[in-house]
């Protein structure tokens, strides 16, 4: 036996709902704000006189759970100075469709060279255009985030804000 | 024998150790699995130094700390080391402390970063933080002390091994500490360049990254390479090595100690030369001949196709060259294919090491422990074989006699005489300048015979001295082969059929010729034999050697691309591991095909079945009964009218390998000719002048070298500075 | 009680640098009476006699003569080096030595040698003893003359050769492994030990090396009698000593003393005391390497056991004398410098912790330090006290040590009030080591062909 009145019941409920406002969030015209300490596309920083801070020591390699890391390290010379140091990054490549943004690498840096922004939109048509090389990873990212305030959290500003 | 040693009991961390009386402290404990670090102990490099102070220990009854490198186990010791001793542990931070004061921190700079041991041991030993806050000392750097090696004085920790393997391993006296306390630094002698043919083990000896290869410099890091284990086939010393390969290449060369053969050290051809690989004139496709075409690259079945072609049309008729590098698979399927498949009997062999040596087999570091070692030839045994150098130098270190007779030897004897030294000596009453010689070898408990030149038969005079010597346990004979693995080489083609006719004479058309390596190519004997072939089948590393004759090329590949088995000087068999993979087929895959279309059947595949680090082979056969040899030279033209005789020989640092490496260039041999003390003052030419040697129509202008242990009359030259010349030259001022 | 002179007796009177002045003085007859007695004999007699070592360790020399195998024990050959390289701060005794007597010193080295029947004495003489150098080797060669020194000496059919080797600057050459490198030809750079040089020394042969002092005093001991040397001075510390008095004191200048006489009688009673009516703050007993005493202390004999009793050693016999002008602190940035300057560079501690002690007592000296540091400096000195390879480290970090210990409160004045209390009126002001520059800067790039 049915309660007739169990099927109003229900539309009551829809009805109810039809004039709120909707939280279904029209992406991509709406983007969220990602939380300050997300971790997305990667980038590589410089020093304040235009050095790349990376010297390509390969340790984010090593640290990389996935392996999607290369590293190829050249000499600097008089002519050609790239980092502060003896060594450089000739070759810096980021498998992106490998990497699961654990964000090893960001800790395994000795010079904050790499970190990981917020930057989460990384499809592409083919595979070989998530291999990000060194001059993508250094470039400012094209596409912008909108990131939440941080001091809605309490979420210290990352060491490569503070100094450069 | 002796009597085994005395064993003595020791506590090392209340763990007790039985070791034979004067066994070191660091190797006692290492027994009893107990760690004791080390920077500057080495023994390898001489007695212990006691200079970095990191194997601090405590010994009951002694109020202060120990250097347990330089003290030895004696009964009843009671050792503490870091793990059980607050003092020794405190002691080993302190040195830990002092060293890094002024150690750079630039660890994800270093080359040596992953794989230091001043980083193990400071995460082991050492202070968690730093309580200096004064600067650190600093220098330029890096400093390239030679083109092959870095040096960064800011990360040396002055350990003093590069100049102790310097001066009492290599005995080049090239690497000096300059200065004082602090500012104690490491330099090559007079700032010269670091010229030497050994120099690279000094960047293996480092414990930090003050000494880099430039080679290796900023290649990989060691969480990147792969080390494959594998032996130099470089010369016929055949020393151990590593690869270590980074994304499909070979990135270095490093010394994997076998403590017969190579005693861990490592020559500089071994260590550097291996960038030929990726030489820019490297072959990679095969290359035919094709008329009004010229050569063009064709697909490998179109190459195998040709070569069938080419050998059925020679029939019988067909020669074959070998390089002497090959591996024993190699050199097995090539004789098979020529001797069973072609029916053909000619082959040039590089080297041809008489099988009565095998009575006379000991291991290289027999050298070391002998009484009396004996030189014989004309060709220098460094540029030879290099490492055998380092044994008779660590003999003569021991005390034992060395004595070179040759036109460069302590005992001055013309060249080409090497022969009729050997049976001087085997004979009973051997000349004056002998006697006292011959005397010490027959008394010697252990003797060493080494022969360096380039008489084919002196394998048999060699064998003849060592019967009449009755060479015993501990002593050994070695003839030095010309290239790496010319024994090996000799033994399968023997091997292959019944050993008939070697040497192609006469000047009858050939129907084909087969040459088998880059280093065949540069034979003069090679390149006469393929101007009267009319079929010519190379393989070849690189275009310029292959190009000239050849009608089919055939994209060789290097002793790194290759599996197989190659034997030494000893008689050793190695085994050489693919560490990178060739650009296209091996040459075994290549004959093992053709051989199959003449209905041989070789296997393609290398047999495992030789261990990594091979034992020698027992001896084997009896001493042969051989005669006091004629005393015969190697064939060398009756003096023409010149006032000197000329020695050639064969610079180390040569060769189609070596001069496709441009850091390697500054090791190889000047433009000089060596010459007499005497004659050079009677000439009135001083080292450094020009000078110009002339035999027949043909002259080479070189500049001097005074050399005053060559015998009077003896000019000597290295080979690729020779080309044209007689055995006989007149020399004069240019 | 009259200073009894032994090594000076015979030029109390007279000149005695030609040989006939000193054998009219009764010279070379120790010689022909140790040549007429057995080898072993003449070690018997050094034994006797209690002699130990000047030279700054007190190694009774007859012991460490009776531990070098005999002639039939060895296949190689015996050395005796004799150590002329007096280089320690504050002592000039051994120079003296060889100006006023050079043919007792020649006679103690022949004696020597005979004992351990060596071939041939190398004497390592300190490169800048120029005017020294020149009269031993006159003295030298008017004993080869007169058939003193060579072959077959006067007829006894010993032979022995004396070489003089000139040094090139070298603190750590005084060091006695450091000497035998420095005289074969190496870096000078002391040896670890075992070996002893009495088993494998130069050349690796058996060798016995002894201080200029020492051998001089082997004729007026053969002359004398062990036994009889021995009833001078007190127990274990038997003899005489040429003390080398110098600092903030009226007369400076070397003393001949029976051991056992106190510090305050060679001060006060022969020195005259600290002139000017200043204060006595410190003395340095044995040389610069030696933990310092206070003025209270001045009471303590000088003896070997007195002296290592109050903490310190008799050393070189190097006594400096600093009045209460002096900043404690300069006084260590000095010494540190010195030891800086003079580490071989072989083992770690010695060369990192030697230019780091000089770095922090810069620092406190500056006023710059912080309040640890005075505890980092004494870490430092603990830290290579008794690790290095040589005496040199300790040679440092003692005295540093001690100054800190017995002067804490001048050094943390300086730390509490940011700089040096003595606002440059230190006598030591001034005299302060530059900064070397050869320290910061390395050498050229060594040019290498293309």
């Not at chain 3, 404690?328 to 010695?350: D, I, N, W």
């Amino acid at each position: 036996m049915q309660n007739p009145f169990e099927g109003a019941k229900g539309f009551a409920v829809t009805l109810g709902q039809i004039f709120r406002k909707p939280i279904t969030q029209q992406y991509p015209e709406y983007k969220r704000p990602v939380y300050p300490r997300f971790r997305g596309r990667h980038r590589l920083h410089r020093h304040e006189n235009g050095l790349e801070k990376c010297v390509g020591c390969s340790l984010c390699a090593a640290a990389c759970p996935s392996d999607c890391i290369r590293v190829v390290a050249a000499e600097n010379s008089p002519g050609n100075r790239v980092s502060p140091g003896e060594r450089y990054a000739r070759i810096y490549e980021i498998n992106l469709s490998r990497c699961i943004f654990c964000g090893y690498c960001e800790l395994a840096c000795p010079f904050d060279a790499i970190t990981l922004g917020n930057e989460f939109e990384l499809s592409e048509y083919s595979r070989d255009d998530l291999i990000y090389t060194k001059d993508m990873l250094l470039r400012p990212p094209t596409k912008t985030m909108p990131v939440a305030d941080r001091d809605l959290y309490d979420t210290p500003d990352p060491v490569w804000k503070r100094e450069s | 024998m002796s009597a085994p040693p005395e064993q003595v009991t020791i506590t090392i961390d209340d763990r007790s150790v039985s070791v034979p009386k004067g066994t070191g402290l660091v190797e006692s404990a290492l027994q009893a699995g107990i760690e004791i670090p080390v920077f500057c102990y080495e023994p390898r490099l001489g007695p212990p130094l006691g200079a970095c102070r990191m194997c601090l220990v405590e010994i009951e009854g002694l109020p202060k700390l120990q250097a347990a490198c330089t003290l030895s186990a004696q009964d009843g010791m009671v050792v503490r080391t870091s793990a059980t001793s607050a003092q020794a542990a405190d002691g080993q931070e302190g040195v830990l402390e002092f060293i890094l004061l002024n150690h750079p921190l630039d660890c994800p700079d270093c080359d040596k970063g992953g794989e230091c041991p001043l980083q193990d041991l400071t995460l082991r030993y050492g202070p968690g933080t730093s309580r200096m806050v004064v600067q650190k000392r600093t220098f330029d750097k890096p400093i390239p002390i030679s083109p092959l090696i870095a040096l960064d004085r800011e990360r040396c920790i002055l350990c003093y091994r590069c100049t102790r393997f310097s001066e009492q391993v290599a005995e080049d006296g090239q690497l000096v500490a300059l200065n004082r306390g602090a500012s104690s630094i490491i330099a090559t002698f007079e700032d010269e360049p670091y010229r030497a043919h050994f120099s690279g083990n000094v960047i293996d000896l480092c414990p930090v990254g003050a000494l880099t290869s430039t080679v290796y410099r900023f290649r990989a890091r060691p969480w990147e390479i792969q080390n494959v284990p594998t032996v130099c086939a470089m010369c016929p010393v055949g020393c151990n090595v590593w690869a270590t390969t980074r994304e499909g290449k070979v990135a270095r060369v490093l010394a994997r100690n076998h403590p017969e053969v190579d005693g861990g050290w490592l020559c500089d051809k071994g260590r550097f030369a291996h960038d030929h690989l990726r030489a820019a004139d490297r072959l990679t496709e095969p290359i035919r001949r094709i008329r009004m075409r010229g050569l063009v690259a064709v697909p490998w079945e179109e190459a195998l196709d040709a070569a069938d072609e080419g050998l059925r049309a020679a029939g019988a008729s067909v020669c074959v060259a070998f390089s002497g590098g090959e591996t024993v698979e190699q050199a097995d399927a090539l004789s098979r294919l020529v001797r069973q498949g072609l029916g053909a009997d000619v082959a040039l062999l590089p080297d041809d090491p008489d099988p009565a040596l095998d009575a006379f087999r000991a291991p290289l570091a027999a050298i070391r422990s002998a009484n009396v070692c004996l030189v014989v030839g004309d060709e220098p045994v460094l540029e030879r074989a290099p490492i055998v150098d380092l044994w008779l130098r660590a003999a003569r270190r021991g005390g034992a006699e060395v004595v070179t007779v040759g036109p460069a030897g302590a005992i001055a004897a013309p060249p080409g005489s090497a022969a009729a030294i050997c049976a001087a000596l085997a004979a009973s009453s051997p000349p004056e300048e002998l006697r006292e010689l011959a005397r010490d070898l027959r008394e010697a408990d252990r003797v060493a015979l080494v022969w360096s030149g380039d008489d084919d038969t002196g394998g048999r005079h060699l064998a003849g001295l060592a019967a009449a010597l009755e060479l015993g346990e501990g002593s050994g004979a070695y003839f030095l082969p010309r290239t790496p693995n010319g024994r090996g080489v000799a033994q399968a083609w023997r091997a292959a059929g019944d050993g008939r006719g070697i040497d192609p004479s006469g000047d009858e058309a050939l129907g084909a010729l087969i040459v088998s390596g880059d280093e065949a190519l540069r034979d003069t004997r090679v390149v006469a034999l393929a101007d009267r072939a009319r079929f010519v089948l190379t393989t070849a590393m690189f275009m310029n050697e292959a190009a000239g004759q050849s009608h089919v090329i055939l994209p060789g590949t290097g002793y790194l691309e290759r599996d197989g088995t190659v034997v030494n000087l000893e008689g050793r068999s190695q085994r050489l591991r693919r560490t990178v993979e060739p650009p296209g087929w091996d040459e075994l895959a290549f004959f093992a095909q053709l051989a199959r279309r003449f209905g041989v059947d070789v296997d393609p595949w290398t047999r495992a079945g030789v261990d990594e680090l091979a034992a020698l082979p027992a001896r084997s056969g009896t001493a042969p009964v051989v005669a006091a040899p004629a005393a015969r030279g190697p064939q060398r033209a009756a003096g023409a009218g010149g006032d000197f005789e000329l020695v050639r020989y064969r610079a180390l640092f040569s060769g189609a390998a070596v001069e496709r490496v441009p850091q390697l260039a500054f090791q190889r041999p000047a433009a000089e000719v060596e010459l007499p003390g005497g004659d050079a003052s009677r000439l009135h030419i001083a080292t450094g002048e020009r000078v110009v040697l002339r035999s027949g129509e043909v002259s080479r202008e070189l500049a001097a070298r005074v050399n005053r242990r060559l015998a009077p009359g003896v000019a000597r030259v290295a080979e690729e500075h020779a080309d044209g010349l007689a055995d006989s030259v007149r020399i004069e001022k240019a | 009680m009259a200073p009894r002179h032994v090594v000076f007796e015979l030029a109390e009177s007279a000149d005695v640098t030609r040989l006939s002045d000193y054998e009219r003085a009764g010279g070379y007859e120790s010689l022909r009476k140790a040549l007429a007695m057995e080898p072993a004999q003449v070690i018997e007699e050094l034994l006797a006699s209690g002699l130990r070592g000047r030279g700054g360790a007190g190694f009774p020399m007859g012991r460490k003569a009776s531990f070098l195998p005999k002639p039939d024990q060895t296949p190689k050959p015996i050395y005796l080096a004799v150590n002329a390289d007096e280089s320690e701060p504050g002592t000039f005794k051994d120079r003296e030595i060889m100006l006023r007597v050079p043919h007792q010193v020649i006679e103690g080295i022949l004696i020597s040698s005979y004992a351990i029947q060596a071939r041939a004495a190398f004497v390592y003489i300190r490169g800048e003893y120029l005017t020294e150098y020149e009269v031993l080797r006159t003295a030298l060669e008017e004993a080869l003359d007169r058939g003193l020194v060579g072959a077959n000496i006067l007829g006894s059919g010993y032979s022995v050769t004396i070489v003089l080797h000139r040094g090139a600057g070298a603190y750590i050459c005084g060091e006695e492994t450091g000497l035998l490198e420095s005289l074969e030809g190496k870096r000078g750079q002391p040896r670890t030990k075992p070996p002893f040089p009495a088993i494998a020394g130069l050349y690796a042969a058996p060798t016995l090396i002894n201080n200029v002092e020492t051998l001089a005093t082997v004729p007026r001991i053969l002359a004398l009698g062990g036994e009889n040397y021995a009833k001078l001075g007190v127990e274990n510390s038997s003899g005489t000593r040429v003390f080398s008095l110098s600092g903030n004191v009226a007369r400076p200048g070397n003393y001949e003393l029976e051991l056992g006489m106190s510090l305050r009688d060679l001060i006060v009673g022969i020195g005259g005391g600290v002139p000017g009516g200043r204060q006595l703050k410190a003395v340095i007993p044995g040389g610069s390497s030696t933990p310092v005493l206070t003025a209270d202390e001045l009471d303590t004999r000088l003896d070997f056991d007195s002296m290592a009793r109050a903490g310190t050693m008799l050393g070189s016999g190097a006594v400096i004398v600093i009045d209460d002008r002096c900043c404690m602190v300069q006084l260590a940035l000095r010494v540190a410098q010195f030891y800086r300057h003079e580490s071989c560079g072989k083992c770690t501690p010695c060369r990192e912790g030697t230019r780091w002690m000089v770095e922090i007592i810069r620092r406190i000296e500056q006023g710059a330090a912080g309040q640890g540091e005075l505890d980092l400096l004494l870490n430092v000195c603990d830290r290579i006290l008794g690790r290095c390879l040589c005496p040199l480290g300790d040679a440092a970090a003692m005295p540093v040590a001690s100054y800190v210990a017995k002067f804490r409160s001048e050094f943390q004045r300086h730390i509490d009030e940011g700089g040096c209390p003595f606002r440059g009126t230190s006598s030591l002001e001034g005299v302060l080591a530059p900064v070397d520059e050869h320290h910061a800067r390395a050498r050229a790039r060594i040019e290498v062909p293309a």
